[in-house]
């Protein structure tokens, strides 16, 4: 069987800086790295989440994760969030503007109706071992599979959520969706300033001071979680539609088209979140104290794994 597309270590790269980023909000900020809770914050309460200082990290995280993909784009990789395939291979289809709708209106929906994303779960649930977070990540893996595999174009709904190759343009992403994207990064990075620059009022209470120099001390790594997950998003192509779907699509197996990336880069991200957890109390599958300790037990399972390679090999 060939893959075509697959790219392992990008996508192990990239998936291993995603786990960076939700292992520095966890460990410095005592944060889970949701996607979908981030997003819906802005949503539910705007002026909360833009005025008040306890949810100023979130708008930082936002206006860094925007600055760090159009920085990437503009200095190292013009191309990056630019998808090959889409508008030129037959194997992969281009949504409608009705399918997006539907799309996304199924995808906010979902995500609060299961309490979390692909993210939230995936990456950080499975990492501290929830149950819940398990049969999340394999309802939307399953369902999205089945969707992507079964909708062809002889599905009834297929006239209806995709549309012909003409409409699409030339080049993804168009001059116009990027100059709207570095609008609002700049919004963001706007809005986000004044909290940055925030200084504590003087006849703040102690606890209120507290409270305040905690959540300015949030502001530093959820920016630094923010480059991460941006880094890590873009390098392992997880922008490019053509990727998700090249997993989904398992009809993709008999030609070669089908692409494993994603299980790289889930499987890079939940190796750090994972060892992240185990500074979190509570979590821990073995106690650590420090990075020795990690770094000693992963040669003690590399140690052991090519004792039994060896023994196999020799059939002791």
């Not at 995808?107 to 649930?125: A, D, E, S």
């Not at 088209?257 to 821990?284: H, R």
Request: charged share 10%; with cysteine.
């Amino acid at each position: 069987m060939s893959l075509n597309y697959f790219t392992p270590l990008s996508g192990l790269l990239g998936g291993s800086l995603i786990g960076l980023s939700a292992a520095t909000l966890l460990l410095f900020n005592g944060d889970i790295l949701g996607a979908s809770g981030l997003a819906s914050s802005f949503v539910l309460a705007p002026r909360a989440t833009l005025t008040t200082s306890k949810h100023q990290w979130k708008l930082c995280f936002v206006a860094a994760f925007a600055l760090t993909t159009r920085l990437y784009v503009t200095l190292i990789d013009p191309d990056a969030l630019k998808d090959d395939r889409l508008g030129y291979s037959q194997n992969i289809p281009i949504v409608s503007p009705l399918g997006f709708i539907v799309g996304g209106f199924l995808v906010g929906f979902g995500t609060r109706l299961g309490n979390g994303c692909t993210t939230g779960h995936g990456i950080c649930g499975l990492a501290r071992l929830s149950l819940r977070s398990f049969a999340a990540v394999m309802s939307f893996m399953a369902t999205g599979i089945l969707s992507a595999t079964s909708c062809s174009t002889t599905c009834p709904l297929h006239p209806y959520l995709r549309t012909g190759y003409d409409t699409v343009a030339k080049h993804l992403p168009t001059e116009t969706s990027v100059a709207i994207g570095t609008v609002l990064a700049s919004v963001a990075a706007g809005a986000a300033l004044p909290g940055v620059l925030r200084s504590i009022p003087p006849k703040a209470t102690p606890s209120e001071k507290e409270d305040i120099e905690n959540d300015y001390r949030k502001i530093g790594p959820s920016i630094v979680s923010a480059a991460f997950f941006s880094l890590g998003l873009v390098i392992s192509k997880m922008t490019v539609s053509s990727k998700i779907y090249g997993f989904l699509n398992v009809k993709g197996l008999k030609d070669g088209t089908w692409d494993p990336t994603l299980v790289c880069v889930m499987g890079g991200g939940f190796l750090i979140s994972f060892l992240s957890y185990q500074w979190v109390k509570g979590f821990q599958v073995f106690k650590v104290s420090s990075f020795g300790e990690v770094y000693c037990l992963l040669c003690h399972a590399y140690s052991y794994y090519k004792l039994n390679m060896f023994l196999n090999i020799y059939s002791f």
